[in-house]
């Protein structure tokens, strides 16, 4: 293969690191539309090498947010550079979607795509069924977040002929050994863009809490920025013992503010960030209603082992209760942030980029030998078995 085109939304900093280590294999172009101002992504540099190169297309919205959206230009791309391969954001809800399925068929170019599938759909009507049928039709394969989206898809009667998992990670090149960790921090670290869903606000209450009825002395450290910013920084201007860091994308910062800290809590939504939390052997504690967080992420903690999942249904009770009972008990504490480092040592190793790679190139290969024909792809992560704590 001579060159990869990856099409997504906009390029988050942590996107953008696995998808230039895919150009160690091959040339790859990376389609994009500019990230919208407020949103907590960071500014994205130019590219670093001869091997990448960069496309902006303009997203146009003319029926709002949930139907309808362009990509303004992919079209005109592919037929252009007519790239050896793609691998796609599985977003359904754009029309540069289909398009791009579409030409992949008539031009005869491999189209992976990449998404979180069914995961968050626990029923799915006839038409929703059809267009997945379909998209899974057009697409050489799709490649699963995690094993509990492959999952979903078996459970709507899917067949996972076209079924692929390349698990969802992110390398953090400074990490915390779990024998750095004194036994004596009182931290705890939330690590996201703040925008609504995330459930910061009842984290504050419960460390109040906590502090008030227990006597703890806790601290929670807040990194990252977005549209509710403002809001709890007004919140929390009284609070000495919330710490707002703001916008911290160098990891060596990251993990400097994590020393501090004995655990990571994400009480909303949550996403990628649960496994930066582990890099940092933090227990991480969210809750446990897994197909409304924001990415199937939260299912690679074993409840128990590297983190605990709070009952939604009664959110303070149960996440005071998660909280107080690592904090009240160091040995199981330690035993936890090994486990969490652990965790993450399984999710990084091999790294997401070899594995997408892994899924890219067989896929071309065979097509390349039988384009008539339609592939298996399950990789060796997919035909394991998940757990429904994981």
Request: charged fraction near 20%.
């Amino acid at each position: 293969m001579k060159r990869l085109c990856i099409i997504q939304p906009l390029l988050s900093n942590y996107s953008r690191e696995t998808f230039l280590e895919l150009a160690q294999h091959c040339q790859v172009d990376l389609v994009f539309s500019p990230t919208p101002s407020g949103t907590g992504f960071g500014d994205v540099p130019p590219p670093p090498n001869s091997q990448v190169r960069y496309f902006v297309v303009p997203t146009f919205k003319p029926f709002g947010e949930q139907l309808g959206m362009i990509q303004w230009g992919v079209g005109r791309y592919i037929r252009r550079e007519r790239p050896d391969a793609i691998m796609i954001f599985g977003n359904p809800r754009y029309l540069s979607f289909w398009t791009t399925l579409l030409w992949g068929k008539l031009l005869r170019i491999p189209v992976q795509v990449h998404g979180h599938g069914l995961y968050k759909k626990r029923h799915i009507g006839t038409f929703y069924h059809s267009m997945m049928t379909l998209l899974l039709k057009l697409a050489t394969s799709y490649i699963c977040y995690a094993p509990v989206v492959r999952q979903s898809f078996l459970d709507h009667g899917f067949s996972e002929q076209k079924l692929s998992v390349a698990h969802n990670s992110l390398i953090n090149h400074f990490p915390v050994q779990p024998q750095e960790k004194r036994g004596d921090e009182r931290g705890i670290l939330f690590i996201g863009r703040l925008r609504s869903g995330n459930n910061v606000p009842l984290l504050v209450r419960v460390i109040e809490r906590l502090r008030r009825v227990d006597g703890l002395p806790l601290t929670l450290h807040v990194i990252g920025t977005g549209e509710e910013t403002q809001s709890l920084q007004a919140d929390t201007s009284n609070l000495p013992w919330v710490v707002l860091h703001g916008e911290i994308y160098a990891h060596e910062q990251i993990r400097e503010v994590s020393l501090n800290c004995f655990l990571g809590c994400y009480p909303g939504n949550a996403g990628l960030s649960v496994e930066h939390l582990m890099s940092l052997s933090l227990p991480v504690i969210t809750h446990d209603d897994l197909p409304s967080h924001q990415g199937p992420e939260p299912s690679f903690i074993r409840s128990g082992v590297g983190g605990l999942l709070y009952d939604h249904s009664t959110p303070e009770e149960s996440l005071y209760l998660a909280i107080k009972s690592l904090a009240t008990d160091p040995l199981r504490l330690a035993r936890m942030q090994k486990s969490a480092f652990e965790e993450y040592q399984h999710l990084v190793n091999p790294p997401l980029s070899a594995r997408l790679w892994s899924i890219i190139d067989t896929s071309h290969s065979v097509l390349r030998s039988d384009p008539a024909s339609s592939p298996s792809l399950d990789s060796e992560t997919s035909r394991r078995k998940s757990a429904p704590s994981r």
